[in-house]
């Protein structure tokens, strides 16, 4: 198709004019990207789940801490004297270790739960990105279809214009066509009129949709890509929805969760053991005059908690059965979504090329009524037919190419991808 290139004024004739923008599609995506909320909401997010996956994976690791004192001494005890020997200054220094050497799984647990939460967010800002980019060129193409169905339509409110003019000439001159002719060019005038208004009405609209989605403000913009064509190899068929579809990847992400939260829960039965160290300094003069240390492994464990924590692993394990119930319905949604989106896109290129073959037709025949009319072989009646057929053939064409482009969209968002 050849390249159209359709300019229209958003605001009124009484405004400032502002010199055209020239918008292709990429320019609309890259606007659009940069300045979403929804895509700035989710990089917080991704940035929020990368903190708490290093806050969980840094609890396998040893914890150090410092402590420090000083205290003055009212007077020495026995005990005291032996440390800090003649002085009453009381300071105090210690280093504390703890290293988590087993807690049942649940501190690996915690630390591949987090990692899952971290790839569903960062897959979470890979969807956001995809629908708004699909968001984005279906506007797109609706306000690239609204132009062209515009321009169809006031082309035909031209030609009817120009057949009342000379009809109504020739009324004078030759009492042909009859009055009840005229009338009737009258009428089919008045209906482009108000078609051709509507159409205005829905290009503002949809154009006021595209502005709105890349954050511009309404002006005059050229839509410099037309509405792709019908491919004849089709790039969908033999596809599985499943493998790449975002919904159903958030689902696994989900029962990855639901398994590691499975794990958690069961370790609060059994025993944690630590790697506990402490050294200490104290005296009153410095250096430091006495020090010690000491180091052992601690136990920790469970022994009843009246079912409370069967009770939640059991919470968890339904949970869990019903993301597998969940996937499984997802998993025939989708494919029958997916087949039933492709028996549509086939069905849509097929009626877009019939359409095309009606709109060759349609013009041919409109060209030769024109030539008859010419030569006064041809009446009003069968001009004015011949006009609505060709409109119609057009908006015909423009809604199946309109539809096809939209189901490709709906497809390439069933899949996961984007709209290249």
């Not at 396998?60 to 420090?68: F, N």
């Not at 949604?333 to 069905?347: F, G, I, P, T, V």
Request: glycine share 4%.
């Amino acid at each position: 198709m050849k390249k159209i290139i359709l300019t229209v004024m958003i605001i009124s004739i009484s405004s400032v004019a502002f010199a055209a923008t020239e918008l292709s599609l990429n320019d609309c995506l890259d606007q659009a990207l940069k300045k979403n909320e929804t895509i700035a909401v989710q990089e917080k997010k991704v940035a929020e789940y990368r903190l708490k996956a290093q806050e969980k994976n840094a609890a396998l690791l040893p914890a150090l801490g410092l402590s420090a004192s000083y205290n003055r001494l009212p007077y020495l005890s026995a005990a005291k004297a032996a440390i800090l020997g003649s002085g009453l200054d009381d300071y105090n220094l210690s280093f504390t270790l703890k290293q988590p050497l087993y807690a049942g799984g649940k501190l690996r647990g915690e630390q591949e739960s987090a990692n899952v939460e971290l790839k569903k967010a960062e897959d979470n800002l890979n969807r956001s990105r995809n629908d708004l980019r699909l968001n984005v060129a279906a506007a797109y193409y609706r306000a690239q279809h609204a132009a062209e169905a515009l321009t169809a339509k006031r082309l035909a409110r031209g030609h009817l214009e120009n057949y009342y003019k000379r009809s109504k000439r020739l009324l004078i001159e030759t009492r042909l066509p009859r009055l009840e002719d005229l009338l009737q060019i009258e009428v089919q005038l008045g209906n482009a009129v108000i078609e051709v208004e509507s159409a205005e009405t829905n290009y503002k609209e949809a154009i006021r949709s595209l502005l709105d989605l890349i954050y511009a403000d309404e002006r005059e913009i050229v839509l410099s890509d037309p509405l792709p064509l019908p491919l004849k190899e089709d790039p969908f068929a033999d596809q599985d929805p499943l493998s790449s579809n975002y919904d159903y990847r958030g689902v696994l992400f989900d029962l990855a969760v639901a398994k590691e939260a499975i794990g958690i829960s069961k370790s609060a039965l059994l025993p944690s053991l630590n790697l506990n160290a402490y050294t200490n300094w104290e005296w009153s003069q410095y250096p430091p005059s006495r020090d010690y240390t000491q180091w052992g492994i601690s136990m920790e464990m469970l022994l009843f908690d009246f079912f409370k924590t069967a009770a939640k692993t059991g919470q968890t394990e339904k949970i869990y059965e019903q993301g597998l119930l969940k996937l499984n319905l997802l998993g025939r949604q989708l494919r029958l979504e997916y087949r039933n989106k492709l028996d549509a896109l086939h069905s849509l290129r097929t009626r877009f090329n019939l359409a095309t073959d009606n709109l060759d037709k349609a013009v041919k025949s409109l060209l030769l009524y024109e030539a008859r009319a010419q030569s006064y072989t041809a009446n009003s009646k069968q001009l004015l037919d011949a006009e609505q057929a060709a409109l119609n053939a057009r908006v015909n064409q423009l809604y199946a190419l309109l539809n096809y482009n939209l189901t490709r969209l709906e497809l390439n968002r069933l899949l996961g991808r984007a709209e290249q």
